[in-house]
């Protein structure tokens, strides 16, 4: 073969190989809004469980610093909810959580402890999120 056909084949052949890899993981940072549905009696312990997972995510560099808010409300005939945002700095940083960060983990289960499924919604609701604005 000719040299530059040999190009075009090898070539063809990388082109090939890179359409059939699967694409990179995304790593860019991912917002999320949590929704607890609390268990009646367990509101503060609960809180406080809540107030110590982000500073333990921060200490493993799982989340960004901001955003990062705690909400509570009260639903379905007075029962409590809490509401957290917080940005993960990549899809995959929650994933890593059951296998390789034990203290995050257990904060994890304490939640899921004192929660509930209600209203037709799972115990605890994860939707990602946009951050539109920012009010100084």
Not at 33 to 45: I, Q, T
Not at 76 to 85: A, L, N, S, T, W
Not at 90 to 117: F, K
Request: negative net charge.
């Amino acid at each position: 073969m000719k040299r530059s056909s040999l190009a075009f084949v090898a070539a063809i052949a990388l082109a090939a190989v890179a359409a059939a890899a699967p694409p990179a993981a995304d790593k860019s940072p991912e917002t999320v809004l949590v929704r607890y549905h609390v268990k009646p009696g367990d509101a503060e312990a609960f809180s406080k469980a809540l107030q110590s997972h982000f500073p333990a995510c921060r200490r493993h560099g799982l989340v960004l610093n901001s955003p990062h808010m705690i909400l509570s409300g009260k639903e379905d005939g007075g029962k409590p909810f809490m509401v957290e945002i917080l940005t993960w700095k990549d899809g995959d940083a929650p994933d890593s959580v059951p296998d390789h960060v034990p203290e995050v983990a257990a904060i994890w289960d304490q939640l899921n402890s004192m929660t509930e499924a209600r209203g037709g919604h799972p115990k605890i609701e994860i939707e990602p999120v946009d951050q539109v604005a920012t009010k100084k």
